[in-house]
Structure formats: C-alpha cells, structure tokens
C-alpha cells in the first residue's frame, strides 16, 4: 500500500508498519486546522481501511509541532460568518468524528503537540492517545463565546467524567501533557520527540492482537458508552457478538499459540 495525499496536501496517508495505517495533518504553517477538505478526507477515508484484517490500528497525528488548532473558523468572512462557521461544525466535523467512532478497528491518536479545540476532540474520539509532554491541550469555547455541541459534551464527559468536563469548558484552561495524563485526558505522556516512535509501537501491539476480538471489544465498548441502558435486543446482540468468539478459528488459534508459546496467526475468523 503506497502513502496517498489528501485535502489537496493537507492531509497524508501511508502504512508505516504492517497492519497499521497512519492519517496525518499536514499543514503546520496554520498548525493544521480542521478545514472542510480535510474533515470530508478523514470521513471518507477511514471507511476504506476497515475491511478485512490487512489494518488493525490507525493511527492519526500532526505534522510540526501541533496536533491541531481545531476549527478553521479565523478566515471565515464577517457576512457569512454564522451560515459558515454552524455548517462547517455541524456537517463535515460531525461526520469526520462519527467516522473516528464507528471505525471498527482501534484508532490512536499520536499528540505531538498543540491539541485544542476540535482538534481536542477528535483526539478524545479516538481510542487512546498518547501525547508529548509539551503539549497544550484545551477546550477554548468560553473564550470564543462558543456552546459546544452536546455530542461533544458527551464524549469529554465519557473520557474524563462531569467535574473534569466542566474544568476544561467553564475555565478555557490550557493544561501540558502531565495535567492531561493526570485526568484522564489521555494514556501516555512522553517527551515529544518520542511520540511518534512511542504512538506507533503501541500501534504495532494493537494490530499483534485477534482481529475479532478488537472489533467485538471495541463495539461492545461503544454500545455501553452510548447506550448505558441496553434494550433487551441490544443485550442479545453483545451476547451474541461475545458467544460468535467460541466458534471462531481465531479463538481456537489463541488458545493453542499461548499453549505452544509462539505467536498466534490471525485469519479474523
């Protein structure tokens, strides 16, 4: 698979590792803003790698020495200004997020630096994150005059629980790497240097493991966070999804390669 770019070079794709693909903004100059091309490139691209089992992990990063700036909303006309600014937020970033969410496999975000915003967000929507301990993380809305969407909300409240929440929106506080890791915010810290080799390690060891497992684990993951009242039919579902496991190859081959000490050959079946 040959690296791709994107949102007319804002945005890169390659594969840097078997089984791990990588999405990366870049355009550092503007610290890699969320623009529309580069929002509608990661909806439709994450889609195509989440057949079969040749991608086990995304990971999405920054180029230079930002994450992202979030929205890019400074360019934005005065006359036009609510029209643009509510559609860029209400369509291309909600479906670039959802796309983050309904990616089968596990998606890692590499916080190289600067993460604020909606940059911050679609940090938060992936399934971990690690992230340089130089980095500035934070949600500005108080100081823009902005009311975040409450799909938003709800994926800050799901990550770092209500009274964080409230920290990062009602202050706009900008907090480093530690103050993340110390919350919640994100998994590792490491010093930025280090990111990109740390974030495509743990890569590596997310696509090492059983495909079924991953995709069932992280569904299930996603069913409870969003529903945390099952219906009777959502139950069935997860009890199903957890009982197809028994009858796969996968699983009879997990069992046998950690009986034998050697490393599993995953068919994703």
Known sequence: MKTQTMAGGELRLDFPYDAVARLTLTNPDRRNP????????????????DHGIDVRCVVITGEGKAFSAGYDIGGIPDETFERDAEALVAHPFTAAMEAISAHPYPVVAAIN??????GLELAVRCDLRVCAAE??????????????????????????????????????????????????????????????????????????????????????????????????KQVEELVELRESCFASEDFREGIRAFGEKRKPVWKGR
Do not use: W
């Open 34 to 49: 969320l623009t529309h091309p580069v929002l509608d490139a990661i909806a439709a691209t994450l889609p195509k790698l």
């Open 113 to 118: 630096g600067h993460c604020l915003g909606g």
């Open 135 to 232: 980095a500035k993380l934070g949600m500005p809305p108080a100081k823009l005059g902005l009311i975040y969407g409450h799909t938003g909300l709800e994926r800050f409240i799901d990550c770092v629980g209500v009274p964080r929440t409230k920290e990062l929106f009602l202050t706009g506080r900008i907090f480093d790497g530690a103050r993340a890791e110390d919350i919640g915010l994100v998994h590792e810290v490491h010093p930025a240097a280090e990111v990109e080799e740390r974030s495509l390690e743990l890569a590596r060891e997310i696509a090492g493991n059983a495909p079924l497992s991953l995709t069932g684990n992280k569904h299930a993951i996603e069913t409870l966070t969003q529903f945390p009242r099952l219906s009777p």
